[in-house]
């Protein structure tokens, strides 16, 4: 699992999440034989065509009218040259059909492939797109979903093209790359890019916790992004959610819901009465309810942390609404394992009891310590507060001490 990474990380995937709030990046998954026609979005809006989007050689075309009048680029139609001139601010275009060149802003450019019509529609290649906007354009090959991230919405959160692209092909979800020229369905296998853990998940074996991040689109939930944890315990019992008092070593049956549980036909049912899809990918993965999860590896021992971290959250559709709202929590912490906190609201959640304990808006310090998976922050105030911790692994697939998580926050080293 790839997570969050610095200001090219957090705040990015939760901008994703806050785009993607007409319910992009579903979590069920069709089952039929046939791919699913490929759908289109510009930021929080789906965009409707008369042509459906098509892939020609693994380049993807679309048409060029309705997508390109929904960022606000006006379009001018040449019938005798069969040419068309787009224009937006101080971008501007032309491109001719049949050609494998446009001019953008007085500039040559080459085509993945040529503008064609069909049905007397023009389509156009959908990097074209990207280039000629300055929006990024994202595929997730899971769901056959093409997100276009407008240049304005980037910059309103204050995040470069590059640094988007950089994420999502680290993150594994979305890539920026053309979709495959035979993109899967919707897929069994947790899509293009995901990779074969260390060692394949038995579901006859499991054993320790496990976590995955899920998409909070209208940043209701989770502030943008939740974390599914799930802790499978001896003796077939089973805790759903954030361990109350830290990680997995920490719980006690007799304290919070340790609920029994079994596996039959792809089900994981529990006693109480719940019951989640859950499979095993082709690659070795675990899927809960459409989450790719993986094992939360502990921390070594007398691990200590160094630097400025900082969390980035949002309620609502940012900018959208007078009830939208955005925030940031930031920790510094010290190798002599002392910390600095700022507008801390760090809390956890059994989700079988409903217990919850939190530290809201702390600022301040204190101390700090970290043994397996469970970091005490010890406030000098007198409160004391245990959640889950883990470290995120880097681009080598070994832990990045920048990356980190504390409960259901995603903290990192912003370096920018």
């Known amino acids: 699992m790839q ?65 390109f009048e929904s960022m606000g680029i006006s379009l001018k139609w040449d019938q005798k040259t069969r040419t068309i001139s787009g224009q937006k601010g101080s971008m501007s275009f032309t491109l001719k059909v049949d050609s494998p060149k446009a001019v953008l802003n007085g500039k040559e450019i080459a085509l993945d492939k040529p503008a064609r019509v069909i049905q007397g529609n ?52 979305m890539t920026t790359s053309n979709p495959p020229k035979n993109p899967p369905g919707t897929g069994q296998t947790g899509g293009d890019e995901e990779t074969a853990p260390a060692e394949t998940v038995k579901l006859d074996k499991l054993q320790g916790m ?15 992004a939740c974390w599914d944890y799930y802790t499978f315990l001896l003796g077939q019992k089973i805790v759903v959610g954030e361990p109350v008092s830290g990680g997995p070593e920490t719980i006690d049956c007799s304290k919070q819901a340790c609920t029994a549980y079994s596996i039959n036909n792809n089900r994981l049912s529990l006693s109480n009465g719940k019951s989640y899809s859950i499979r095993v990918s082709a690659k070795g993965n675990l899927f809960i ?26 309620s609502g559709m940012a900018g959208a609404n007078s009830a939208s709202s955005a925030w940031e929590e930031w920790i510094t912490f010290q190798t002599d394992g002392t910390f600095k906190s700022d507008n801390l609201t760090l809390g956890s959640a059994d989700t079988g ?39 995120h692994p880097g681009k080598d697939g070994k832990p990045n001490p920048q990356d980190i998580q504390i409960g259901d926050r995603n903290f990192y080293v912003d370096n920018d």
């Open 3 to 67: 997570a969050f990474k610095t200001k090219t990380g957090a705040g990015l995937l939760l901008f994703f999440a806050m785009l993607l709030a007409t319910g992009f990046w579903g979590l069920k998954q069709a089952h039929a034989e046939a791919p699913a026609p490929i759908k289109v979005a510009v930021d929080t809006k789906w965009v409707s065509f008369s042509v459906d989007p098509l892939l020609d050689g693994g380049t993807t075309l679309v048409q060029m009218r309705p997508l």
């Open 122 to 173: 023009t389509l156009v290649p959908l990097r074209f797109v990207g280039e000629a906007t300055g929006g990024l354009v994202a595929w997730d090959p899971k769901n056959r979903e093409i997100t276009i991230f407008s240049e304005e919405m980037l910059s309103q959160l204050g995040l470069t093209k590059e640094q988007a692209a950089e994420i999502l092909n680290k993150n594994g979800t």
């Open 210 to 224: 496990y976590v995955g991040m899920r998409l909070d689109p209208g940043g209701y939930e989770c502030g943008g």
């Open 289 to 314: 309810e459409d989450v790719q999860l993986a094992p939360v590896k502990p921390v070594t021992a007398n691990f200590k942390l160094s630097g400025s971290y900082v969390y980035r959250g949002y």
């Open 353 to 391: 009891s409903g217990s919850t304990n939190s530290s809201a808006g702390a600022s301040g310090t204190g101390t700090y310590a970290i043994t397996g998976n469970t970091i005490t922050l010890k406030f000098s105030d007198g409160k004391t507060e245990r959640f889950v911790f883990f470290v």
